[in-house]
């Protein structure tokens, strides 16, 4: 085999749980196949370079094999390899998210009183009881 749809590689691969989840994200021009906005139905050769935009940034990878069937994860991963740059991104997005602005999150359930009343003096809400 030495071309295979793009849906199919996509599914195979592990990028997307189903074929009309990688088809959609075809539609939606998510995936590009060496630069250029890939259907559904374009071919996949070894060697290609695939882009696969998602919620957490993106993913780039080279073709390394081709296959039709959905086999298990350790098998779909020897299908592609992340470029060097790609794996770059994720991981400075991946830090930049730990880095971030954490909220509490210890309070269980609604908020008292006194939590809405400083909640609303944030908000720049005046009490009408002053």
Known sequence: MSRLRMDKWLWAARFFKTRALAAHACELGRVESNGIAAKAAREVRVGDIVKVAHEGGGTEVEVLGLS???????????????TAASFDKRRALAEERKAGLHFEAGREGKPTKRDRRELDRLRGRESPFG
């Open 68 to 82: 039709a069937i959905r086999g298990p994860a350790a098998v779909a991963q020897t299908l592609y390899q992340e």
